[in-house]
């Protein structure tokens, strides 16, 4: 997927449910439409931290595997009530 990210955020040395709380921060500190790309973990974090952030009006563009055990998610920040 070719989308160019605004913001990259790294989770990878966290573990749930801090990942999302840091996805979450960081997502609100974004403007609409802007897309941020996350790394993270496979287990916990990749089951939950995209569910989670659909849960919360954001919209998952994409998910890919990486070749060490990690994946990249791009998240583009929805308008939500508090921004």
């Given at each position: 997927m070719s989308v160019q990210a605004d913001e990259f955020l790294d989770i990878t040395d966290v573990g749930c449910p801090v990942t999302?709380?840091?996805a979450k921060v960081q997502l609100e500190e974004m403007q609409k439409g802007q897309i941020l790309q996350l790394?993270?973990?496979d287990g916990e974090a990749i089951q939950n931290v995209p569910r989670s952030l659909k849960e919360e009006?954001?919209?998952v563009l994409d998910i890919a595997g990486n070749?060490?055990?990690?994946y990249t998610?791009?998240?583009e920040k929805?308008?939500?009530?508090?921004?």
């Open positions: 999302f709380v840091k790394k993270i973990n009006g954001h919209k070749d060490d055990g990690t998610v791009l998240v929805e308008g939500l009530l508090n921004t």
